[in-house]
């Protein structure tokens, strides 16, 4: 399996922007797919993710309200929609899948498939 992530950016205080990771190879018809991010000299954190048979979602507190997560069942693709984006959220972005999809884990080393990560940052 291999993903493909994109739509990172330079943004200011309150802007937006969607990221995108394409997967492709044998992903499985139940998986989870999720975006993590990590800060300079922070640990990984979870963000978002979504179960890809229910569209079950979940999202870290610092987000939710402000992050949307969907999918794109035809070609494999889920999206990060980021709104009323804080420099806070300055960060690596990472797209991670779980084959095995039983629940959506905020754990990273949950996930055996990572893209690489796409550099969003918010100026105050």
């Avoid at 018809?29 to 300079?40: C, H, I, L």
């Amino acid at each position: 399996v291999q993903l493909q992530a994109s739509g990172g950016g330079l943004v200011q205080t309150g802007g937006s922007l969607r990221l995108s990771c394409a997967a492709s190879g044998r992903t499985g018809s139940s998986y989870v797919m999720a975006w993590f991010r990590q800060a300079p000299g922070m640990e990984r954190e979870f963000v978002a993710g979504i179960r890809w048979r229910n569209r079950m979602t979940d999202y870290a507190d610092s987000v939710k309200g402000r992050f949307s997560i969907s999918r794109d069942n035809a070609n494999i693709t889920v999206y990060l929609q980021m709104n009323s984006l804080k420099p806070e959220d300055t960060a690596d972005y990472h797209c991670a899948l779980d084959t095995a999809g039983v629940k959506i884990n905020r754990i990273a080393g949950r996930y055996e498939y990572w893209g690489q990560g796409t550099l969003v940052t918010v100026s105050s």
